[in-house]
């Protein structure tokens, strides 16, 4: 390998790209960076075995050729020197020169032992905006280890759209996207959904190909393993009437962070209107109570773990609407195209 390439480019590349590094890993080689070299750029690929991300930039390239390189120490050389350009060469099949003025050598692995995933396959489905409808249901995906298909974001075919949801059990949000082809139902795994949504904000095109699906877009290559098993039929768990109660979305948060001060053990906020105010309220039985009042209309008697409600208000502003049917049943918002749905806590009134 011999190339040479823009050091601010380089450095931009390597640092999206080691987001799909593993944090932990059993192999070594999955805390490195593959970099390979030809085609008139530098591709720079991370992976942790399930999620591998791929990203390019120009290069002058005289020599062909690749090597798993860990990332720190190259980021770090990059940051500390000045130059515009760098020089990339092979050693030998483990080790990388770097020259930018100064100069390093870099102990890495040989590239035909860096871990590789299917290629791009299967009929694209073109989207815009992934990542913001992704952001307003992905704080509902599950987090645990019970029921591994809720670990992610499921993507269901809707009639030129493409429904998005997360559920983890305790509440759901789903909204839809428009979508130029059809995709069958999948489960993208959440470390995915977390890179689409930091780093692919316009358009991307999706492709399936048998157990990975891939994402194009923003000149990267995100492809990952799709979550197995049969997601539930969350559309059964959302309540389709119930009585309103109308009010102001902030001042709802505010009065969260008052009484979070008395908050018990078991994280239940209760909420209960008195004449034309939410009376939002939490009790401990050795910090006393705190009540806080929001003006609102309507009627409820309902009780929601504060941190989860927290989370739902947080992708919502101005006037909201939650809606209640029989006692114990969930709580729901609609907001801008987006169903939240919030499971209530029993409680003792």
């Not at 050693?91 to 590789?116: Q, R």
């Not at 470390?191 to 095109?205: E, N, R, T, Y």
């Not at 989370?311 to 919502?316: F, I, M, P, Y």
């Not at 006692?327 to 169903?339: D, L």
């Amino acid at each position: 390998m011999r190339a040479t390439t823009q050091r601010v480019a380089l450095l931009e590349t390597l640092g999206k790209v080691k987001s799909a590094v593993a944090v932990r890993n059993t192999l070594p080689i999955l805390g490195a960076i593959l970099i390979r070299a030809g085609g008139g750029q530098v591709t720079l690929t991370g992976t942790d075995l399930e999620v591998a991300l791929t990203a390019s930039c120009k290069a002058n390239v005289t020599r062909q050729g690749a090597v798993a390189i860990l990332p720190k120490m190259l980021e770090a050389f990059l940051k500390a020197v000045k130059a515009e350009t760098v020089s990339l060469s092979l050693v030998d099949k483990n080790h990388l020169k770097i020259e930018a003025g100064a100069s390093t050598t870099l102990e890495g692995y040989a590239a035909e032992d860096f871990p590789s995933m299917p290629g791009v396959k299967g009929k694209a489905v073109e989207v815009t905006g992934l990542a913001s409808v992704l952001k307003q249901v992905s704080y509902a995906m599950a987090r645990g280890e019970s029921r591994p298909v809720l670990n992610g974001v499921c993507f269901t075919p809707d009639n030129g759209r493409i429904a998005v949801a997360a559920a983890d059990g305790f509440r759901l949000a789903e909204t839809t996207v428009k979508a130029k082809g059809q995709l069958e139902q999948v489960v993208v795994p959440s470390k995915a959904v977390c890179l689409i949504q930091k780093l692919m904000p316009g358009k991307v095109s999706i492709h399936r190909n048998g157990t990975t699906i891939s994402f194009i877009g923003e000149g990267l290559v995100l492809t990952a393993k799709v979550v197995e098993g049969q997601y539930p039929n969350y559309r059964q768990l959302i309540p389709k009437n119930g009585s309103p109660i109308r009010l102001d979305s902030t001042a709802l948060k505010d009065a969260l962070d008052v009484v979070s001060i008395t908050l018990p053990d078991n994280n239940v906020v209760r909420l209960q209107t008195r004449a034309r105010n939410l009376i939002v309220s939490t009790k401990n039985e050795e910090k006393g109570e705190t009540e806080a009042k929001v003006p609102a209309r309507g009627k409820i008697r309902a009780a929601f773990d504060i941190s989860y409600l927290k989370d739902l208000l947080a992708k919502t502003s101005g006037p909201i609407t939650l809606r209640t049917t029989i006692a114990q049943s969930p709580g729901v918002v609609k907001h801008k195209g987006t169903i939240h749905v919030i499971m209530q806590m029993f409680v003792q009134w």
